[in-house]
């Protein structure tokens, strides 16, 4: 079945690093490919997508590139600032589903000043 | 527009209880998705709901079950009730539930099973 691996946190990093949270997938065919953004307290947030290969999702800074190749989908961001601070979870809507989205484990993401 | 609401928010059962949640979808949106977040399992799909229909149903079992009606708001339901149900209850809607159409959430149900 489909799956998403992303890399383990928490990830602590000083205002202005630069940010590379890791995600692959195991799925059939081509599935759209998503980061969510959940700050504390608050549910989740779509952040970016992407639904075919090659293609770069963006959003606050944040970008993502569809990898057919490697099967990867890496979250990325020049600058980080503590309201950046979230879980971060990349996900997938395979092939023969509708809405079924398959989530990865989460990245707990702490920027400090 | 308001976003998905779910109520109620915040929820505390007991062992063998059973307890219904409710979510209403976006104006307009058709499909409502549930999830189910724990910090151990992290999230897992529950089921999806169209124009009133399960289309995808997630691994659980059959103690977990829900319903939408014909406005889209939908309920779900959980019988006898495990310690292990303890969890932050999403719900999600979209426009017509197609792949890779954006979902949008809510804010969750915290159920707490003691």
């Known amino acids: 079945g489909d799956s998403v691996t992303q890399m383990e946190g928490p990830v602590t990093l000083s205002e202005e690093a630069f940010l590379t949270i890791n995600c692959t997938y195991t799925?059939?065919?081509?599935?759209?490919l998503f980061w969510y953004v959940q700050y504390p307290g608050e549910g989740l947030q779509l952040l970016l997508k992407?639904?075919?290969?090659?293609d770069k999702g963006s959003n606050k800074g944040f970008e993502a590139t569809y990898r057919k190749e490697t099967t990867s989908f890496h979250l990325e961001k020049g600058s980080v600032q503590v309201s950046d601070s979230a879980v971060y979870f990349c996900?997938?809507?395979?092939?023969?589903?509708?809405?079924?989205?398959?989530f990865g484990t989460g990245t707990k993401l702490q920027v400090i000043p | 527009k308001a976003g998905v609401t779910q109520t109620p928010r915040y929820l505390i059962k007991t062992r063998g209880q059973q307890v219904t949640l409710s979510c209403s979808p976006i104006?307009?949106?058709?499909?409502v998705s549930w999830y189910q977040q724990t910090p151990g399992q992290g999230l897992q799909f529950l089921f999806e709901?169209?124009?009133?229909?399960?289309?995808n149903k997630g691994n659980f079992p059959g103690r977990f079950s829900g319903r939408q009606f014909s406005n889209s708001r939908s309920e779900m339901n959980v019988s006898t009730l495990e310690l292990g149900d303890s969890a932050l209850y999403l719900c999600?809607?979209?426009?017509?539930?197609?792949?890779?159409?954006?979902?949008?959430f809510g804010p969750g149900t915290r159920l707490t099973v003691l």
């Open positions: 799925a059939t065919g081509y599935p759209s």
């Open positions: 999600a809607s979209s426009l017509a539930g197609d792949r890779g159409v954006r979902q949008y």
């Open positions: 992407a639904t075919k290969a090659d």
């Open positions: 996900a997938l809507s395979g092939q023969g589903g509708y809405q079924k989205v398959t």
């Open positions: 709901y169209f124009s009133e229909t399960q289309r």
């Open positions: 104006s307009g949106h058709r499909s």
